[in-house]
């Protein structure tokens, strides 16, 4: 019941007990029978007094049952959801707080050169407490307990956002750099078990600044970032950096969307000066390179550039990114690395990927299992290349052929089934070697 | 009120307002006075308009506190339980969420030979949040922060359940492998603070797939297992393993109980050949291994056997367990260790051991301390012996004896003192030798 | 509505069913008017029939107003409050939890000598699940993932309460020994981002057993420890203490305070035998200790003596403390190192520093930034000095000046800005050197 009714409910309670009260016909019957003589003043007292007491009776009654709604409807503080996580807040949506998390469980085997180990592993595991705080602040710190190390390795966002300005949020902490569709697309939810190739390209997560906005059409953020949670300094500077993305979706609806993208990620590299690139076969069970620049020295900074196209119709999508990578050195020639990847998907069972403001997010099936259905059935092929070689770098060449296939049980379940066919790595220390991967994972998220 | 008795509530209040509805025996009597010539037309007509005015009040009222009552009782979406830790679920039961732990502060002094360091320890730290989405599947992650370590060492229960089956339950992800009943009873409810000797066969946590059933008087579980969850293989393939257990309690009720079981655990060691065991005094703070095979070089795989019994007879329970470990090498010959333990219990208080279909549950002291009672109190006398030497491995073998005193305070509280008389260690690095220990324990659990 | 309340209610609500019932005045007008012969036998009957039928439906109708009214203001079992993080409790008191945490996301820009690595950190990432049980007993955990490493290092809080005694608590677990009116004060509420240059004697956390007992004009703590969490003895006795702390508040309300505190904190260094004593520039990011003991051999034991000296007047606070560290070794003469800091602050927008029994606590702004203020604004300068210097240990003196600013946007945001000038270090590896720092906070902590 919202306010609104509860004051008129309170205001009817409330005129039920005024002057042409409920039952107040008796008494104008008594009085008339009184005035024409059919009841005698004797028996005209008798019947005023018990009206009265009875009146007073009833009147007392409704004062107890208007006390007790108002208790029973009085806005309680707190509303508490369940999902497999929980999200509670306040009625008035000053606070709010949400404990979820996500587990992914993965099995690998291998065939085909370099040797790679078959195995399993926890991919991630991680949990989140984010919410609101009076109002217009927010805050999340999320960890992943499968990535552990020293000096919080495993800290994934930690970051205070404010959020009381129309259509601009701002946010310190730490959180991803604003580049790439497929980075800015959460890992529980990307079409793939592992992104493609380019990803070695990845702008990850730094201390930082950030301020965006996002609308239906589109979306800009830029920010200025520090190092990576890990990183310690001690005597030398640590590296810092600057980045910018801004997206376009001139079709945006349940079942339709067009995207482009231009991200842009300068770093510098501090005193450190230095950089690598490298790549698994977009595995990463058995953790071995197939591509790796090594550590390259004298480095100044590099510039990423990142190209993205995405589009939605229906069951159907399809996704592309190009990426390239500049890297300034003190010493030796400049170099350039790039890569990139297309990928389609179709879902046999009617649902859309779905699109929110510049990133992917969750699939819903149409029918759940455990409900009756048989959940969402999605189908994916991609090709994705990355260029390590330039100058006196030669961290190789590679390309693959990835097909997947996802099975979304409930919107808080996954299983993914993925075969990726390594076409040829060229150069590099595994030149010609060609590995095959099939992998598998389960997991839940909310 | 459940929703029948709402439903009736709802139907009488909207019958109220119907034909003949309350006080109509006024419009009645009204009705006939003017008939009978006992009141004017004009008084007739004033009467009939207060009459219907008052009913139209009086129908608003009703209406605004059905409105009112409807909105107060509405089955509301969560229902919250608090102890210690927090569990909630949706009143249809298609979610819920638990967040709870254990944290076990212990403290050691050592006596006898070989050295070990007095001192203190946490020896678990753990949280876990675990629950139920879209009625037919569970989920939960549990990690230890007190035994952390790079690549998720910490992670405990990590995995996701299929339980829309009847009496068959599916799990997937990093979990106990079915052996040993010992193992399978938690580190919470364990009778002493340390498991016994043989644990140094125990079957551990690998991620895996497992199903299992579990009845009043029956229990049995299978499943396929990989490697640890820390483990990396590299370009070798890691560990695999197959195990099952089967549990037969042919007397199974609150104060009485006879259980046997039989565990199979099978390990390959994948690529890397090795095997290891080992064990400290039933103790874990100074961390010397008084027996140690060190690592077996050239093992293709092992297999572990192990034989159960338990009883329950009121406050007197006892228990005891065989394992013995066929290790098959590639060179050298075969090799075989084994151990086992016999241990009783009783309660001065009057609890019984509280066992749940295959393992050993928590125990609810009659009466709590801060509740006007003294809690439960247990004491507990084990023997153990294991013997880790055989062909040229000469790892060493001991036996010992525990007194234990545990003072459950409330179901969430235990404090627990030990005393270890090592009763002699043969071969080995410490031949001869006869360590005592005495470790208290200080857990809460929930 | 209280209880009393709702029986009067529920009692009011039956007693309209009784005797002389709500409207039982049209039954003693039909009555009278059969009497008076105004209504005939035939009337008389149907008017009573009609009346019998309508009291009964009434009746009806409000029994099940009576029983919706008490399932809607039945206690609830569990209040649930959020204010950033959760907590919930039983409405009897007997449980409760709350789950909370702080993040400090830190960047510091260095200049002067020695060179240290602007960067940026957070410096704090921590989590708590605290709770009571069972009326008498509380436990809390809480972790750290920003100081993450092996062994649980990561672990602070981690204990069990007794609560049942009138004024005295008795704590069992890993908790901070009693000592040092800066120490005992949360780092999340210290007025500066770093505490001053004497933590180097910080008496830390280690597990232990403490009784203590906290008036509002006294407060009384002491208790035994062994060594911390991550300390692994091996073959080694660990390091044990003792400590006590008494503080003393003549004046203590809501804007005024006067406090004086002692602190005793005696170390044994077990087998071990060293000690170490260090400290940075009241900076963490970079990790350069300006003055450094080193590891000093052959130590029995060491006495830390503090004093404490504090006072709030309004917006106005000021705080000082000494302290003394006696080191006895059993090879080379005893050592005696000191340090001392003096320091105030003003709340420019009128809030006054929290004191709670024996620490100080968090500010509530008298208008949050969100809810139409500007959050609390407070100005703080310190001085402080330490002396690392002392027979053949030359580990160096610094002191410095700090001045800070604090906003506190809401009392769950904090912002701060430092500047630290070190005035000079003398002796020690940085003699003569006088580096500066700027650091910058961003914290949610609840």
Redesign the interface.
């Given at each position: 019941?919202n306010l609104t009714?509860?004051v008129?409910?309170s205001a009817?309670?409330a005129?039920?007990i005024s002057t042409?009260?409920?039952?107040?016909?008796?008494e104008?019957?008594?009085n008339?029978?009184h005035e024409?003589g059919?009841?005698?003043d004797e028996?005209y007292g008798?019947?005023q007094a018990?009206?009265k007491?009875?009146n007073m009776?009833?009147n007392?009654?409704k004062q107890?049952?208007k006390?007790?709604?108002?208790?029973?409807?009085k806005p309680s503080?707190?509303i508490?959801?369940?999902?497999?996580?929980?999200s509670?807040?306040?009625r008035d949506g000053a606070?709010?707080?949400k404990?979820g998390?996500r587990?992914q469980?993965d099995?690998a085997n291998y065939s085909g050169q370099?040797?790679?180990?078959?195995?399993?592993?926890?991919r991630r595991?991680r949990?989140y407490?984010q919410?609101t705080?009076?109002?217009?602040?927010g805050?999340k710190?999320q960890?992943d307990?499968?990535?552990?190390?020293?000096?919080?390795?495993?800290?994934a966002d930690?970051?205070?956002t404010y959020n009381?300005f129309d259509d601009l949020q701002l946010k310190?902490?730490?959180f991803k750099a604003p580049f790439s569709l497929e980075q800015q697309t959460s890992s529980k939810y990307v079409l793939f078990t592992e992104r493609a190739l380019p990803a070695a390209f990845s702008a990850g997560r730094?201390?930082?600044l950030m301020a965006s906005t996002k609308q239906q059409h589109w979306s800009l953020a830029g920010g200025a970032f520090?190092?990576s949670?890990a990183?310690?300094?001690?005597?030398?500077?640590?590296g810092w950096g600057l980045g910018a993305r801004a997206t376009y979706a001139p079709i945006n609806d349940k079942i339709s969307l067009l995207h482009f993208g231009l991200g842009l990620n300068y770093r510098d590299t501090?005193?450190f000066g230095t950089a690598r690139f490298k790549q698994q076969a977009e595995t990463h069970?058995?953790?071995?390179n197939i591509v790796d620049t090594g550590t390259i020295n004298n480095v100044n900074d590099f510039l990423r550039v990142g190209l993205e196209v995405a589009a939605v119709i229906g069951p159907f999508s399809a996704q592309a990114e190009y990426i390239t990578t500049s890297v300034n050195r003190s010493l030796g020639s400049d170099l350039d690395f790039d890569g990139w990847y297309a990928q389609a998907s179709y879902f046999f069972t009617g649902e859309s990927r779905n699109y929110k403001k510049g990133a992917f997010g969750g699939i819903k099936p149409k029918a759940?299992?455990?409900?009756g259905g048989i959940g969402a059935w999605e189908l994916g092929l991609r090709y994705s290349t990355l260029d390590l070689i330039d100058g006196d770098i030669n961290g190789g060449e590679a390309d693959s052929v990835t097909l997947g296939l996802n099975w979304y049980?409930?919107p808080?379940?996954r299983f993914s089934a993925n075969y990726i066919d390594v076409l040829e790595v060229k150069g590099g220390s595994y030149d010609n070697q060609e590995p095959d991967v099939f992998q598998m994972r389960?997991q839940?998220a909310?």
């Open positions: 019941m009714k509860a008129i409910a009817l309670l005129s039920g042409a009260y409920a039952g107040s016909e008796i104008t019957l008594i008339m029978l024409n059919m009841v005698s028996q008798r019947l018990e009206l007491q009875n009776s009833a007392q009654e107890a049952i006390e007790q709604l108002a208790e029973a409807t503080d707190v508490v959801k369940v999902n497999g996580g929980v509670m807040k306040t606070f709010s707080t404990l998390g587990v469980l099995a370099p040797d790679q180990g078959d195995g399993t592993e926890i595991a949990l407490l919410g705080m009076h109002h217009d602040w805050y710190l960890y307990f499968a990535n552990t190390g020293a000096n919080g390795k495993g800290i930690a970051y205070i009381g310190v902490g730490n730094h201390i930082g520090g190092d949670v990183s310690k300094g001690g005597a030398k500077d640590e501090g005193e069970i058995a953790g071995i759940n299992v455990g409900e049980a409930t808080t379940l389960s839940w909310f």
